[in-house]
């Protein structure tokens, strides 16, 4: 199966400050989303992004996938983006690989 | 749109009792939905996709007889954790995909089950 790799595993931001978080995939992958795990276990829907670009606010991801990547940039952090954010995705079935997760913390 | 509830969002039951988890999606409808675990500062692992009106398909290692799923509306699909034991405590998550949309997953909040 797929192997879903995401870095940096830890991140720690003062807030205002500006990330990128990658996530790598073995094999050619389809419908890959970003989510975001709240501190109370909510998977909250960030992208759908199969490929290109796209920009919610102060987030916005990247996926390239002929090279088997997608990115995402989160700017002007704030401590509500706080959590552990995932990529995950599929070969084509409905059974969806997750990452490891990049747990994000931002202090005030 | 796109909302999915779980119920109870959280359970504290003995060991050797049975814990039904419920998954429904409230604005949609689902023919497949999914059943994640979690450990702490884990990853999601799929248990098993659950298919309206069909069986379940289990992942490797995955006891079927302990994890029984029902799936048998549009809109609710459920886990049952049979004769519970305490290393069966952990994070449970449903997500769901909108048979009439597009292939994304929208989860539930989760069910945190606690086996003394």
């Known amino acids: 199966g797929i192997q879903v790799e995401q870095s940096p595993p830890d991140l720690i931001l003062q807030e205002g400050a500006n990330s990128t978080l990658r996530c790598n995939f073995s094999d050619s992958v389809n419908n890959l989303q970003w989510f975001h795990q709240n501190p109370w276990g909510q998977l909250i829907n960030l992208f759908y992004i199969p490929s290109g670009t796209k920009q919610n606010g102060r987030l916005s991801a990247t996926t390239v996938a002929t090279e088997r990547y997608s990115l995402l940039y989160i700017s002007s952090s704030q401590t509500t983006d706080s959590g552990v954010y995932f990529c995950a995705g599929n070969t084509g079935g409905f059974k969806t690989i997750f990452g490891a997760g990049t747990r994000l913390f931002v202090k005030a | 749109g796109a909302v999915v509830s779980q119920h109870p969002s959280w359970v504290i039951c003995k060991s050797g009792t049975s814990v039904k988890i419920e998954c429904r999606s409230l604005d949609f409808q689902a023919t497949t939905m999914f059943w994640y675990r979690q450990f702490p500062k884990q990853s999601l692992m799929l248990m098993a996709t659950s298919n309206e009106g069909s069986k379940a398909t289990y992942e490797q290692g995955v006891e079927k007889d302990k994890f029984l799923i029902n799936h048998a509306s549009l809109t609710l699909s459920t886990l049952t954790v049979t004769s519970a034991h305490p290393e069966d405590s952990s994070f449970y998550i449903c997500?769901?995909?909108?048979?009439?949309?597009?292939?994304?997953?929208?989860f539930g909040p989760g069910t945190r089950l606690t086996v003394t």
């Open positions: 997500s769901a995909r909108d048979t009439a949309g597009g292939p994304q997953q929208y």
